[in-house]
């Protein structure tokens, strides 16, 4: 499993690292988790690489705000000649349905072109609780504590996405034992806030420990933060969970 990071920042993309995408190369096959500004990365040489490998993609899609949709209006220049689909969650956690939700945004006067008129082999699917197959791939959830409802997503039983969400015990239990826990770090060690609708670093390190996770990718990470911060983050969160590291935008993991 190869997962590259093409926007690893949470809200804003800074002059070096874009919005919420990771390209996740496992059991041969591609898969896109959140449609941040990381979704211009296919466009450059990471993301070229990667694509021209694959011909059936899988985006999920943890919830709908737009720091995790904005790329969206990207997808028309790179994945034509591609099968793509799109899965998120829909009237278990919305009044309205995947398909209503991402027509209602992604359309004039908001963009010239619809994304019903998109001119590529486009399928939307929408997911539930618990199990889902989407065109082959496994995708499991659960329900979220964020500020508008959010999924967290385990691939094939071996990696699990959890992001815009306040610590859960719930989550220690979804992620028993996987392979690569990606969890959001939007705030360090320094950063207490009572609102719980993102997770702190030490919370992220202990769910990993209690796991028994392989491996803790952070991400997610605070746009306004320095480099320097997220990396005596980084440290921070090995002082819990020594097999954790920070997403970097275009640097791959492999394990
Ligand atoms: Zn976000
Ligand atoms: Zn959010």
Sequence with gaps: MIVTPLGSLGWIPTGTNHTCCYSVEINGRLVILDAGTGIARFGGPVGQAILKQYQNIV????????????????????????????????????????????????????????????????????????????AGLEVEIIRQHHSDPSIGVKLENQLCYMTDTGPAEATVAFCRRTRLMMHESFLDQNDRREDKTHTG??????????????????????????????????????????????????ISFTI
């Excluded at 709908?64 to 990207?74: A, E, F, K, Q, R």
């Excluded at 793509?84 to 969650?89: E, N």
């Excluded at 933060?225 to 920070?246: D, Q």
């Design 59 to 134: 985006l999920i899609l943890s919830h709908y705000h737009l720091d995790h949709l904005t790329g969206l209006i990207y997808i028309p220049a790179f994945f034509k000649e591609k099968e793509l689909h799109i899965a998120g969650p829909g009237r278990q956690f919305y009044p309205a349905g995947i398909e209503t939700i991402l027509n209602e945004m992604i359309r004039p006067p908001y963009f010239s072109q619809p994304l019903k008129d998109y001119p590529l082999d486009l399928h939307i699917h929408e997911l539930n609780e618990g199990g889902n197959v989407v």
């Design 201 to 250: 670093v030490e919370d992220a390190a202990r769910m990993a420990r209690e796991a028994e996770a392989e491996a803790l990718m952070l991400v997610h990470q605070n746009p306004l933060y320095p480099e320097k911060r997220l990396l005596a983050m980084e440290t921070f969160a090995r002082s819990i969970f020594p097999a954790a590291s920070l997403a970097k935008d275009c």
